[in-house]
């Protein structure tokens, strides 16, 4: 299993990025997937999650977040608006298994960087 998070940056209050994490060594397009972040200091935040269609999120990012998946391309995204300087963390893709609480064990890629600030 190959999970390559990419995407991230630097961006000012209310900007956007989208993340995205390229998937392979296992059948993609019937598992469900999800992301999760880490802030500096603080423990792991589960963020979003996919199945193959439905969607959940966290609530401090509901309304902002959209999490989506191309199975052609074996990619899961996260497109994140009006973003705020309390999303900076490192964001992190995964297998999921459903769960709202996010553990190293099933987040262990090298991460992406997104940092908000002015």
């Known amino acids: 299993v190959q999970l390559v998070e990419s995407g991230g940056g630097l961006v000012q209050p209310g900007g956007s990025l989208r993340l995205s994490c390229a998937a392979s060594?296992?059948?993609?397009?019937?598992?469900?997937m999800s992301w999760a972040r880490q802030a500096p200091g603080k423990g792991l935040e589960w963020v979003s999650g996919?199945?193959?269609?439905?969607?959940r999120y966290a609530d401090s990012v509901k309304g902002r977040f959209t999490i989506s998946r191309d199975n052609a391309k074996n990619t899961v995204y996260l497109q994140m608006n009006s973003l705020k300087p309390e999303d900076t963390a490192v964001y992190y893709c995964?297998?999921?298994?459903?769960?709202?609480?996010?553990?190293?064990?099933?987040?262990w890629g090298q991460g992406t960087q997104v940092t908000v600030s002015s």
């Open positions: 996919i199945y193959i269609y439905a969607t």
């Open positions: 995964a297998i999921w298994g459903g769960s709202t609480t996010a553990t190293p064990r099933d987040y």
């Open positions: 060594g296992f059948l993609f397009s019937s598992s469900a």
